[in-house]
T-cell receptor
Framework: AQTVTQSQPEMSVQEAETVTLSCTYDTSESDYYLFWYKQPPSRQMILVIRQEAYKQQNATENRFSVNFQKAAKSFSLKISDSQLGDAAMYFCALVTTSGTYKYIFGTGTRLKVLA | DTGVSQNPRHKITKRGQNVTFRCDPISEHNRLYWYRQTLGQGPEFLTYFQNEAQLEKSRLLSDRFSAERPKGSFSTLEIQRTEQGDSAMYLC????????????FGPGTRLTVT
């Protein structure tokens, strides 16, 4: 069975500061993708960043970057220069490249950004 | 393209009633997923369509639930004889067959069963 664990139900960060959200996962598959999605209040989920498991280089998207530790099955998200608009629920998701490509989600981390 | 749309956005129903939700995926996407999200939890997979074929159903999808995707376009999710435990956000997502496995999500339908 595949699992995704987010151990931080809630995090706070001061505007312009940096915050790291944690995610660990478990799968026996060798080929998979990991995602971070953002879900603002009452709005739809949008993709923040994607990491292919076969790539050693950590993905970056502007202020967002990941620390992908494959052996440790860890996939954390770093948000630099936090902005008020970053406040949202953040979900870590795993998809393997076999089967139907359904997502396995973590329980989410609520990020609060303090002005 | 305006993305994935879902209707209605909110539905309040009495226990025992039937409800139907609709999802319109991004037009060129042939994969369609339904997820259920309860308060404080991440979305959980319900079912998957590739074109019009329903290829996987979760054990969460009891026999009161049925989903269709006629002609491989929009999809409907019906819940018969609703129960209070069905109260949740129902999310639809779509993706393109040849791609990066990224799914595009709709805004969801929030169901409240009273």
């Amino acid at each position: 069975a595949q699992t995704v664990t987010q151990s931080q139900p809630e995090m706070s960060v001061q505007e312009a500061e940096t915050v790291t959200l944690s995610c660990t996962y478990d799968t026996s598959e060798s080929d998979y993708y990991l995602f971070w999605y953002k879900q603002p209040p009452s709005r739809q989920m949008i993709l923040v960043i994607r990491q292919e498991a076969y790539k050693q280089q950590n993905a970056t998207e502007n202020r967002f970057s990941v620390n992908f530790q494959k052996a440790a099955k860890s996939f954390s998200l770093k948000i630099s220069d936090s902005q008020l608009g970053d406040a949202a629920m953040y979900f870590c998701a795993l998809v393997t490249t076999s089967g139907t490509y359904k997502y396995i989600f973590g329980t989410g981390t609520r990020l609060k950004v303090l002005a | 393209d305006t993305g994935v749309s879902q209707n209605p956005r909110h539905k309040i129903t009495k226990r025992g009633q039937n409800v139907t939700f609709r999802c319109d995926p991004i037009s060129e996407h042939n994969r369609l997923y339904w997820y259920r999200q309860t308060l404080g939890q991440g979305p959980e997979f319900l079912t998957y369509f590739q074109n019009e074929a329903q290829l996987e159903k979760s054990r969460l999808l009891s026999d009161r639930f049925s989903a269709e995707r006629p002609k491989g376009s929009f999809s409907t999710l019906e819940i018969q004889r609703t129960e209070q435990g069905d109260s949740a956000m129902y999310l639809c997502a779509s993706s393109f067959f040849e791609g990066t496995y990224e799914q595009y999500f709709g805004p969801g339908t929030r169901l409240t069963v009273t």
